[in-house]
């Protein structure tokens, strides 16, 4: 991952405020179309006109670019868990397999944000590695929930990342992409038949 600049301020934390929440999300949802382009090309200054907030507001929560795109991936992430609980009707019935495709869809489509995680790095005392841990516990929640077992929530995610490397890569179309994440969906989905069970301490 990029490193930050050393002399950004650190990020501010989400707000608890209703009109700063708003402001924050609209950010967040004017970053989404820059998450189209590579990280590069996400001009900050560009998201801050969108929203329509002054840009010294947007560097306040967000120092770069790197930032912006894993708190709106955090963002999406918290959205696909809320819809999740309430059973919006494209997961009824297929909640594993379609919350799982939808993770893969959020990360294939956005460029910017694939390019963060891919190239996150842990670093001590650092925003980005808060934020990608939280993205990490948060990602295994949502999936974890579904599947009903924790090996099996990491198994997956693991899969997409791969899977969404390989679609970037031009090793898998998408849609023979999405046939093998289905394919593990179904061998891990509570109940499925596997012929080989998922260890609890692994």
Aim: charged content about 25%; proline content about 6%; glycine content about 6%.
């Amino acid at each position: 991952m990029p490193e930050t600049i050393s002399d950004h301020p650190p990020m501010a934390a989400r707000p608890s405020a209703p009109r700063q929440r708003l402001r924050y999300t609209r950010i967040l949802e004017s970053a989404a179309a820059f998450a189209r382009k590579g990280l590069d090309s996400v001009e900050l200054a560009e998201v801050a006109a969108k929203a329509d907030v002054p840009l010294g507001t947007l560097y306040r929560y967000f120092p770069s670019p790197t930032h912006l795109m894993l708190a709106l991936y955090r963002h999406q992430l918290d959205e696909l868990q809320a819809g999740a609980r309430t059973g919006p009707a494209r997961f009824r019935g297929r909640a594993l397999p379609g919350l799982v495709m939808e993770i893969f869809h959020m990360r294939v489509m956005q460029p910017a944000v694939e390019q963060c995680l891919s190239r996150g790095v842990y670093h001590p005392d650092r925003d980005t590695t808060a934020l990608l841990r939280e993205i990490d516990a948060l990602a295994e929640k949502v999936v974890g929930a579904a599947a009903t077992d924790a090996v099996a929530a990491r198994v997956l995610l693991l899969t997409v990342t791969g899977l969404v490397q390989s679609v970037r890569n031009r090793r898998l179309s998408l849609f023979e992409a999405e046939e093998d994440l289905k394919k593990a969906c179904a061998r891990l989905s509570p109940g499925a038949e596997t012929g080989f069970t998922l260890s609890q301490s692994a």
